[in-house]
């Protein structure tokens, strides 16, 4: 993966939604929270978690200080997740930009989950799909108890 500048303001111009993530990040992120989104991104088929750029449309590049060690944190990602997320650290000129991307959870494999639950947050993006999930579960549960 090899992300140019221009790649990024493509990804910038657009808007958040299930495979695209955008965070500050400026000091720190909490390592428990970026695996939190892996995990709902690769739950919903895979996706990009961008550190150092605003949230908020028009974003900007603020630059990151976030995971100084990127083979750490790859290697952390690898056990808490087990899927490989690859990232890549761009230079940008108004500050570090990293971009971890998320592939989707292999078929058949059973959802990647923390701490037994399929994904993380409150309602959001992140947790449409692992709802969506659940309910059909539960719909072919209750019908396959009825047969």
């Given at each position: 993966?090899?992300?140019?500048?221009?790649?990024?303001?493509?990804?910038?111009?657009?808007?958040?939604?299930?495979?695209?993530?955008?965070?500050?990040a400026k000091e720190n992120f909490h390592f428990?929270?970026?695996?939190?989104?892996?995990?709902?991104?690769?739950?919903?088929?895979?996706?990009?978690?961008?550190?150092?750029?605003?949230?908020?449309?028009?974003?900007?590049?603020?630059?990151?200080?976030?995971?100084?060690?990127?083979?750490?944190?790859?290697?952390?990602?690898?056990?808490?997740?087990?899927?490989?997320?690859?990232?890549?650290?761009?230079?940008?000129?108004?500050?570090?930009?990293?971009?971890?991307?998320?592939?989707?959870?292999?078929?058949?494999?059973?959802?990647?989950?923390?701490?037994?639950?399929?994904?993380?947050?409150?309602?959001?993006?992140?947790?449409?799909?692992?709802?969506?999930?659940?309910?059909?579960?539960?719909?072919s549960t209750v019908l396959s108890a009825h047969?």
């Amino acid at each position: 993966m090899t992300v140019s500048i221009d790649i990024l303001q493509t990804w910038m111009n657009a808007k958040e939604d299930e495979h695209l993530e955008f965070k500050e990040a400026k000091e720190n992120f909490h390592f428990e929270e970026l695996v939190n989104y892996c995990v709902a991104l690769a739950n919903e088929g895979g996706g990009r978690m961008i550190l150092g750029v605003t949230d908020k449309l028009p974003r900007k590049v603020v630059g990151s200080q976030a995971f100084s060690n990127l083979e750490r944190t790859k290697a952390g990602l690898i056990d808490r997740v087990r899927l490989r997320i690859d990232v890549e650290e761009i230079q940008h000129p108004d500050g570090r930009v990293l971009v971890f991307q998320v592939p989707s959870r292999p078929i058949g494999s059973g959802r990647p989950t923390i701490k037994g639950r399929s994904s993380a947050g409150t309602g959001d993006h992140r947790t449409r799909g692992a709802r969506a999930w659940r309910a059909a579960h539960a719909f072919s549960t209750v019908l396959s108890a009825h047969r």
